[in-house]
Structure formats: C-alpha cells, structure tokens
C-alpha cells in the first residue's frame, strides 16, 4: 500500500470498525495533542486505553494507564503511536507481538515509519501513517465544517447528531 494517500473508504472503515484503541504516548497533560485526541475519542465512543511507562498505575480521563502494550488485559484493535518515527518502530514491533494482533497501527501526524509499516503489513495488519484519528473522525462526520475548515466532503445528506449533551457529529450513520 502506498502510504502517501489514504482513500476516504478505507478511513471511514476503520474508525467505523475499531471499538478499543491502545494510545501509545498517552499525556496527563490537558494541553498536550495526545490527552485532547484521548478525550475525543472517549466522546465518540471508542475505548481509549493510554499505554505511557512514566504513568503506569495511574488514570488518564478515568482511563488506567499501562506501562506497555502486553501489559493490556484484551485484546486490541487499534495501536495509535503518539510518539516520533523513529520510536514507532519499537512500538509496531511490541504490537506485532500480541495475540490476537491488532488490526490498525495508526501512526499520528508527523510520525511515518516504512520499514515498521512494511513489517506489519506482511503480518496482514492495516497500517496508518502521519494522520490523526480525531481530525479524520471529524472530518468525515462533518464535524470539522463547524469550525470552518474544509473537510473537502460534499454531501445533501443531513448529518447525525451522536447524542445528548454537546453536540456532536458521527460517522455512525446510514449510507456511509
């Protein structure tokens, strides 16, 4: 697969599929990418499980946090790297060594690595390379037009709103 472009389907599928996600590089820091992206997805749904060894034992958004991947009862479906490419390595090579294997490697913004990419790809394992899960959630909810951003989506179907409380988009939705 080449890993300079993703289609929209095959986005879409994935957040669509996944229901557990290890963030590795998870932060107890309000400010840092890595705890706003943890909170997001928490909101919409998915079961964020932070994996920081600094904080182990400890609770990230009511969320336990593991020292490593292994460390996590249950299986995976998603491992999302916060952390930088050279360390994302190290980090596919951990998750290709759990049973079952997850079926995403999702590596953040900035973060690509092809020799890991290509080694957990031969494993069958989708991988995901310099994107961010919370700004493909929203953008392909729509949710991402509230703020005036072009999600380059066009699209007569109204949207869904995902529940009570604040409002929010889903891409849980008929036809998509």
Known sequence: MTHDAYPDSL????????????????????????????????????????????????????????????????????????RNSQAAGPITDEALALDPLPKVIWMQLSVRNDEAAARAEAKGVTVIMNRCPKIEYGRLSGEIGWQGINSRILSSKKPVLAGKGFQKLTIHRPGT
């Not at 997805?41 to 990230?60: E, M």
């Not at 009511?62 to 249950?74: E, H, S």
């Open 11 to 82: 986005i879409r599928d994935i957040l669509k599929s996944v229901k557990r996600i290890a963030l590795v590089g998870a932060s107890a820091n309000e400010a840092r990418p890595s705890w706003i992206v943890t909170k997001y997805l928490i909101d919409r749904g998915y079961d964020v499980i932070p994996v920081n060894p600094g904080l182990a034992g400890q609770t990230i958004l009511g969320k336990t946090v593991y020292a490593a991947l292994k460390d996590i009862p249950g299986p995976i479906d998603m491992v999302e790297i916060f």
